[in-house]
C-alpha cells in the first residue's frame, strides 16, 4: 500500500512506497580504499590542516603536533569566514525581491580521532565521548561570543553524502542569523504548545514509546527511533526524552549515553545495510532561545541509499521505498538497551 505521511515535527510530505524498492540486501555496498599516504587528518599530518583552534591532548604535547585525541581547525576551504570578506560579495543588496547581505560566521572541522578510521561504527565507546564532548565545548565558546545566533554539528561519511576526505570528521557552522528548517520548525513547536499546552517533542518520543513500532533502541535519557515520515530509507532520530533544548549543557552522563546510543545504532545500520554513505546533523535550539519548554536537541542520520528524482525536486514531497516500521525492525538492536 502506498501512503502519505506528514512528518508532526517537521511538516514534511513523504510518500511511502514501499513496492519501490527490493529488500535491504540489494543495496550495494561502497567499496572503501585503504589509507591513503597523504591523508591531512592523521597524526604527523598537522602541518597539512590550519592552526588548531581547540584540541583534547596529551599534556606533555604541543600545539599542531603530535599526541591529540580529537583536533579542532579552521576549515579549509570555508563556506563561511569569521570577518565578512570585501573582495567579492560587495555591499547589502537592498530590493523589494532580491535581498541579500554579506555575513561572517564559523566553519570549523573536527578531526574525530588520529587514526585513519572512516566510520562512527569504528570507535571505542570511550572515545566517540570524547569527540561529543569536544562538540559541546566548542558550542558552550561560540555562545558565549554573543555574536551567533544559530550553529550546527554534521558529519558527511561517503562521496553520495558529499564527504572529500575519508579519514572521519565532522563539522561545525555557526551563523549570525537562524536559518529557515530550525525556524520553521521553532513555530511548529511553538503553535503546538500554544494549541495544547504540551512539549510536541515529548508527545512524539512518548507516543513512538508507546507504540514501540519504530523503536531502535533506547537508553536511560535517550531514544532512538525510525520517524513517522522519514525523508530516506532508514531515516533514524536520537532525540532526549526530557527537555533538553541546549545540547552545550548537556552532563558527562549524558555524553557517555549519547556515545553508547550512536555507537550501536551506526553499527546497525553498517550492518544491516552493507556501510551505506550517511550524514548525521546535530539540530539545536538557536543560541539566544530562552529556557525552552518545547524543544529537544535531536540527531538525525540520514542514509544515502537513494537520489532526488523529478518528482522529489518539482513536489517537495520525497518518496521512501522503506516504511518506518520495516526499517526499525530491521535495526533494531537486540531490544531496548538497559544501560
Same mark, same amino acid.
Given at each position: ?21 527490493? *529488500? ?99 570507535? /571505542? ?14 558550542? /558552550?565558546?561560540? *555562545? ?41 520548525i521553532m513555530k511548529r513547536m511553538e ?108 540527531v538525525v542520520i540520514l542514509p544515502r541509499l537513494t537520489t532526488l528524482a523529478g ?20 535495526? *533494531? ?7
Amino acid at each position: 500500500m502506498t501512503e502519505l505521511r506528514h512528518d508532526p515535527i517537521t511538516g514534511a510530505s513523504v510518500i511511502i512506497a514501499e513496492n519501490r524498492a527490493g *529488500r535491504p540486501q540489494e543495496f550495494e555496498p561502497v567499496q572503501y580504499a585503504q589509507k591513503t599516504a597523504d591523508c591531512p587528518f592523521c597524526e604527523g599530518a598537522e602541518a597539512e590542516t590550519p592552526a588548531e583552534i581547540f584540541a583534547r591532548r596529551a599534556v606533555d604535547s604541543r600545539p599542531d603536533a603530535a599526541g591529540w585525541q580529537v583536533r579542532v581547525v579552521p576549515n579549509k576551504y570555508p563556506a563561511l569566514l569569521r570577518e565578512i570578506d570585501g573582495t567579492g560579495g560587495g555591499d547589502a543588496v537592498v530590493d523589494s525581491l532580491f535581498q541579500g547581505q554579506p555575513i561572517a560566521g564559523v566553519h570549523e572541522v573536527i578531526i574525530e580521532t588520529p587514526e585513519h578510521l572512516e566510520r562512527t561504527s569504528e570507535f /571505542t565507546v570511550a572515545a566517540l565521548s570524547e569527540v561529543i564532548r569536544v562538540c559541546r565545548d566548542r558550542l /558552550t565558546a561560540l *555562545r558565549a561570543t554573543g555574536q551567533l545566533q544559530y550553529a550546527t554539528v554534521f558529519k558527511n561519511v561517503g562521496p553520495k553524502a558529499g564527504a572529500t576526505i575519508r579519514h572521519t570528521h565532522s563539522q561545525l557552522m555557526a551563523v549570525p542569523f537562524v536559518p529557515s528548517q530550525p525556524r520553521t520548525i521553532m513555530k511548529r513547536m511553538e503553535q503546538h504548545w500554544e494549541s495544547s499546552d504540551e512539549c510536541l517533542f515529548c508527545a512524539v518520543t512518548q507516543r513512538e514509546l508507546q507504540q514501540n513500532l519504530r523503536i531502535v533502541a533506547q537508553t536511560k535519557s535517550l531514544v532512538a527511533f525510525c520517524p513517522f515520515a522519514p525523508r530516506v530509507a532508514y531515516e533514524t532520530w536520537i532525540v532526549p526524552q526530557s527537555h533538553d533544548c541546549k545540547f552545550d549543557e548537556i552532563s558527562d552522563e549524558q555524553v557517555e549515553e549519547a556515545a553508547v546510543l550512536l555507537k550501536r545504532v551506526m553499527s546497525r545500520i553498517d550492518d544491516t545495510l552493507n556501510k551505506p554513505d550517511y550524514n548525521y546533523i546535530l539540530n539545536l535550539a538557536p543560541f539566544d532561545s530562552a529556557e525552552l519548554q518545547n524543544y529537544h536537541w535531536h540527531v538525525v542520520i540520514l542514509p544515502r541509499l537513494t537520489t532526488l528524482a523529478g518528482f522529489e525536486w518539482g513536489s517537495g514531497c520525497t518518496i521512501n521505498p522503506v516504511a518506518p516500521e520495516t526499517a526499525a525492525r530491521q535495526l *533494531r538492536v537486540g531490544g531496548l538497551l538497559s544501560q
